[in-house]
């Protein structure tokens, strides 16, 4: 089982359903490094801030504005 872990993910069940997946320590690792982390505001520099002001959002993405509204900016 554990030779197999190593070549691909293995998914472990129980009763039919999906309750664990097995993988390398380096898929593990590689997979970790991808997260994604917040950070509050007042840890970005003025260079950082400036350049989320001065951002857009593209024209496909103006839906999304919807999901704002009620929100105080």
């Known amino acids: 089982m554990a030779d197999q872990a190593l070549s691909e993910p293995l998914t472990i069940t129980k009763n039919g359903r999906d309750r664990l997946v097995l993988v ?13 982390r917040a950070i509050l505001p007042e840890h970005l520099s003025n260079a950082e801030l400036d350049l989320i002001a001065q951002s857009e959002v593209p024209v496909e993405h103006e839906v999304l504005d919807a999901e704002m509204e009620g929100y105080a900016l």
């Open 24 to 36: 390398s320590a380096e898929e593990f690792f590689r997979l970790k490094s991808r997260e994604r």
